[in-house]
């Protein structure tokens, strides 16, 4: 007989459309159709007659468990009748290990109302607790690189006891402990510093000063001697603060979004005052690579490129990833194995930087290739 699936290694999400998440405010036109895409975490939702509704079913696999089939039994209920769906889980003898190496982002935006709780407030208890539930699917989808605001918000700005400008990282500490995963590392991705009018707008800073017994805030030009201050005083104190709390190996700095054309001039200077407070933190940027490789080679440490820019600047972006390569976890896993057999499933779905395997049955048969390589 088969073994069964523990209950208690199940975890159960209603799948939802954007469409019906989307605000028709927000709708620039009516979708084509339905596109299911949120996981929510509830066991329960409301059936319209004549509709049919998904649930995702996600179970935990101890890593000493035995390969082979297992048996589960899956209850639907509405009132007093019941239906039961039996099913079967196959589990092979590959163990994704715990560790990413690779890192993953999703920049996301707290929205309590996609949970159910109506518009609770930045930082209520139950904004809190959307937080945590994004934070709970995230590591499940392994993702481990944390979008996190720098903006007085997230970090008040308060005169401190000497009348001068202090900082208060409270917020900052409960989003990156709420991020934190006790098996394995995640990364802090500190927002913009700066702000913009549209793509091609104009860089500018937000500063913060003490006037008159009161913090006041101003953009101003990212040259000028009241963003030289404000950052000299941000950059030092933040990067005190990460250091005292053992955080600074893990925190990437975003200067501006996709910096391209007259706005490499105003980067370069939020690159100085970042070398000169904070020499040990590492900047990481979306990047707009063209004929600029020399500028962002010596300033960004951490390359994000656009997508749409691979097939102009293939060559010039392979030498830069030669530097710092991090390949898939189960992958990784079989070249330390069989290397020969890892290279063949790894060429045979990623043929170069902009022709990679389309085909869905094709990727996943190439992934099945994988789980049965162990």
């Known amino acids: 007989m088969s073994p069964r699936v523990r209950a208690e290694t199940a975890e159960l999400a209603f799948v939802d459309c ?19 895409d949120p996981l929510l975490e509830t066991a329960a939702t409301v059936v ?41 889980l196959e589990v092979h003898p590959a163990v994704v290990p715990v ?13 309590p109302r996609w949970l159910g709780y109506a518009d609770a407030p930045p930082l209520s208890v139950n904004w809190w607790r959307t937080v945590e539930a994004i934070a709970r699917s995230c590591w499940g989808h392994r993702q481990n690189v944390f979008w996190t605001s720098l903006d007085d918000w997230m970090i008040p700005r308060r005169v401190g006891p000497d009348g001068g400008l202090a900082l208060d990282f409270s917020h900052f500490d ?34 913060w000063r003490v006037e008159e017994g009161a913090v006041k805030r101003e953009i101003v030009e990212v040259d000028s001697p009241a963003a030289a201050a404000w950052f000299a005083t941000f950059l030092t104190a933040l990067r005190q603060h990460l250091a005292e709390r053992g955080w600074l190996d893990r925190f990437l700095l975003h200067l501006a979004d996709e910096p391209h054309g007259h706005q490499l001039a105003p980067y370069a200077k939020l ?60 992958l990784a896993e079989l070249g330390r194995r069989d290397a020969a057999r890892a290279r063949a499933i790894a060429d045979g779905v990623v ?24």
């Open 18 to 36: 954007l469409t019906r998440l989307m605000p028709e405010s927000e709708r620039v036109a009516a979708a084509p159709g339905e596109f299911p």
């Open 48 to 88: 319209a007659p004549g509709r049919t509704e998904s649930f995702w079913i996600d179970v935990r696999v101890p890593p000493a468990a035995a390969a082979g089939r297992y048996l589960a039994t899956v209850t639907a209920q509405i009132g007093a009748t019941a239906r039961q769906l039996p099913l079967a």
């Open 99 to 111: 560790r990413r190496t690779l890192r993953l982002t999703n920049w996301f935006s707290v929205n």
């Open 174 to 207: 409960r989003w990156v402990q709420t991020f934190s995963h006790p098996d394995f590392e995640t990364f802090i991705e500190g927002q913009p510093i700066t702000t913009r009018d549209g793509y091609d707008g104009h860089i500018r800073a937000p500063a």
């Open 271 to 330: 690159v100085e005052y970042v070398r000169a407070a904070a020499p040990d933190l590492r900047i990481v940027e979306a990047l707009d690579v063209r004929d600029d490789y020399v500028f962002f080679q010596d300033r960004v440490d951490v390359w994000v490129p656009q997508l749409e820019r691979f097939d102009q600047s293939v060559e010039l972006l392979a030498e830069r990833m030669r530097d710092g390569v991090e390949d898939y976890e189960l």
């Open 351 to 374: 043929r170069s930087f902009t022709d990679y395997e389309r085909d869905v049955p094709r990727f996943r048969a190439a992934r099945r290739a994988l789980l049965e390589a162990f």
